[in-house]
């Protein structure tokens, strides 16, 4: 038995969650105490992970449910240390649910590596002689990484880019299907292999040969469609939360000081996913920020409007990740997660990604448009806040509730509260 649709999960406590994991995705004993000890990744191990190695730092591990994303059921694992970020997301891919969930789809696997040449004496010969030699280009490519081309990937195209004032350079772009890589290492070779033959066919000099992190071939897109009727709750009327949603989203278009909000909510879902499956969140933040901004106006990555009585969201970013390699194969958690997360490839851990980050930010604008953001996040922040204060068990609750009561959420009033119920 599989599924994301798990009522009630978060009442559960933690070992009647883990015995629910046990029996929906078949995890071992083995494979729960993984998790249990919180996916313990030793001294040892991290140390060759990383330089002046002193530790390892520890972060929640939750899922969000109830997505249904192109007819499959997710459950899908999340890193993630601020409160409110899962339940949102599982809340609002219960909402749109029954409506036929998310439709999602993926690019192949494009990364664009970057050589760059300066001081050819003939920039326009340079250009002709460069795209005249793309055969020569990619064989020269694909002996770098002939284990990629084997695969069915490998390079595939090149782009020659020219830059006048005030820096003038000739760009060579390698178009690299990594399959279910994320590429950086290969595509980074490539570059490098090419160089010397580049040079020879320019007559410039080859200073930079990296990747880039704007991986804008390789996007994936998430959609929704529900009632507007759907929405409404809360002494909110549907019609109300729609509008609101689509007003919000229209700050966010036209207002980058807005947008840079907007977006950061959306990746604090896209993100708790890429650090629980191992991926490279930095780089999936720096090519979402950049493609953003591809218009040279800095927007919204999603789109929200309303037709026909329905409300309807759109994502479309690049994501530039992968199932195999880097530290998909080195942290002792990340296995177990994506065991249970079921994912084949990387354009499908893709797709899951930019629906639970459409979910994440149909979440913030839904709260932003009714009672406003604080009230659910506030509520969540309290049992951090309890934690912090000292409470153990079922005091964090008692003191969280406390405070939420109250309408006093800081850390003072939950020491107060604490000390309250011990003296009881």
Known sequence: MSGSRIPGFYRLDVPARHAELKQRFGLSDDEVAVLADGGTLCCDRADKMVENCVGVFGLPIGLGLNFLINGRDYAVPMVVEEPSIIAAVSNMARLVRPFGGFTADADESVMISQVQIVGAPDPDAAVKALNAARPRILARANAEHPRMAARGGGARDIEVRRFDDPYPMLVLHLLVDCKDAMGANAVNAMAEG???????????????????????????????????????????????????????????????????????????????????????????????????????????????????????????????????????????????????????????????????????????????????????????????LALAAGAEGKQVDEVARRLVREGEIKEAAARRVLAELQDR
């Open 194 to 384: 090419v160089a010397p033959l580049v040079e020879e066919l320019t007559g410039g000099r080859v200073y930079l040969r990296i990747l880039s992190n704007l991986a804008d071939r390789r996007c994936a897109r998430a959609a929704l469609k529900v009632p507007v009727s759907a929405l409404e709750g809360n002494g909110f009327a549907g019609e109300d939360v729609a509008e609101g949603i689509v007003q919000a989203y229209r700050f966010a278009a036209v207002d980058p000081y807005r947008a840079a909000t907007h977006n950061k909510g959306i990746m604090n879902g896209i993100d708790a996913v890429a650090i629980a499956t191992g991926n490279d969140w930095r780089g999936i933040e720096a090519g979402a920020h950049a493609f953003a901004a591809r218009d040279g106006h800095y927007g919204s990555l999603t789109e929200w409007w309303e037709e026909d009585g329905h409300l309807h969201g759109r994502i479309e970013l690049p994501l530039a990740v992968a199932t195999v390699g880097g530290s998909t194969r080195v942290h002792p958690a990340i296995a177990v997660l994506r065991k249970v997360l079921g994912v084949d490839d990387a354009r499908e851990l893709a797709m899951v990604m930019a629906a639970v980050g459409l979910a994440q930010n149909m979440g913030a604008l839904r709260a932003l448009a009714t009672e406003g953001i604080q009230r659910g996040h506030m509520s969540l922040h309290a049992r951090q």
